[in-house]
């Protein structure tokens, strides 16, 4: 199991445990903690939008993941430590990672 410590938009702390290989915006959505994952995972929608406080272990963002939070940028606070959960697959290394749900939009 992969634990992944979550504030949700109201401020709670939770934990959730995940299996390898499965999209970080999967566990969040299924777990009720406001990630709708609209478009399915196809990085298209936005969201899934979080923001990583430890995420070095993470993949480097895709053009297209960039290009979406570039353009979400206008409407929402894009962070460095943004993401999209849905382009995050969680992988052993993750394990304690701090995910904060971004604002939805
Ligand atoms: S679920 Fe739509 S961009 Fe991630």
Redesign the pocket.
């Known amino acids: 199991m992969i634990t992944i410590n979550v504030t949700t938009r109201d401020g709670d702390r939770q934990q959730i445990d995940g299996v390898e290989g499965t999209a970080l915006?999967e566990m969040l959505r299924d777990a009720g903690l406001g990630i709708d994952?609209?478009?399915?995972?196809?990085?298209?929608?936005?969201?899934?939008h979080v923001y990583i406080a430890n995420g070095a272990s993470l993949a480097e963002q895709s053009e297209d993941e960039h290009d979406?939070l570039e353009g979400m940028a206008e409407i929402v606070e894009v962070r460095p430590s943004s993401r999209?959960?849905?382009q995050v697959m969680l992988k052993p290394e993750m394990d304690g990672l701090e995910v904060e749900v971004a604002p939805q939009f």
């Not at 994952?37 to 899934?48: D, E, I, L, V």
Request: include cysteine; charged fraction near 0%.
């Open positions: 915006m994952g609209t478009c399915g995972g196809m990085c298209s929608c936005g969201s899934c979406m999209l959960s849905c």
